[in-house]
């Protein structure tokens, strides 16, 4: 995030698919921490430019379309930047727009075709912003 903080840009956007591994004892990893680390770092970096979209928040996995051959996240993440998330339509996706598309449509996907109660949460992290952290909900 330092290279990415020392990069000129009025905004700049890291989109994180990594939330596969929910623990692995043999790594020492009781919980997957990743989104919370995540979440410090980008706090760490304060730079009011940074965003990151994870593909998930803490306690939750990112799940993987079979029939995709890829992450759920990754499907429409992919789906909205070819202009799925152009919500006003005026041909311009905006982050906003892209973040409620990719939410809304996780989010869904997982209730529908997930396991009972699982949940995936993408999350919008502003490294502008310190101590708050934005849960993408529908």
Avoid: Y
């Avoid at 529908?112 to 490294?127: I, N, R, V």
Wanted: charged share 25%.
């Amino acid at each position: 995030l330092d290279q990415i903080k020392d990069c000129p840009g009025k905004l700049k956007l890291v989109i994180l698919d990594a939330g596969r591994i929910p623990s692995d004892a043999r790594l020492g990893m009781v919980f997957n921490e990743f989104p919370l680390l995540v979440e410090q770092a980008v706090q760490a970096c304060d730079d009011p430019n940074l965003w990151v979209l994870t593909a998930n928040s803490l306690l939750e996995v990112s799940h993987v379309w079979e029939a995709q051959k890829r992450s759920v996240f990754g499907h429409f993440v992919a789906e909205g930047l070819k202009g799925e998330a152009d919500a006003n339509r005026d041909r311009k996706i905006d982050l906003a727009e892209l973040s409620q598309f990719v939410s809304t449509n996780v989010s869904a996907w997982v209730e529908k075709f997930g396991d009972k109660g699982e949940t995936q949460t993408p999350a919008l992290l502003h490294g502008g912003e310190r101590g708050e952290r934005d849960h993408l909900c529908a």
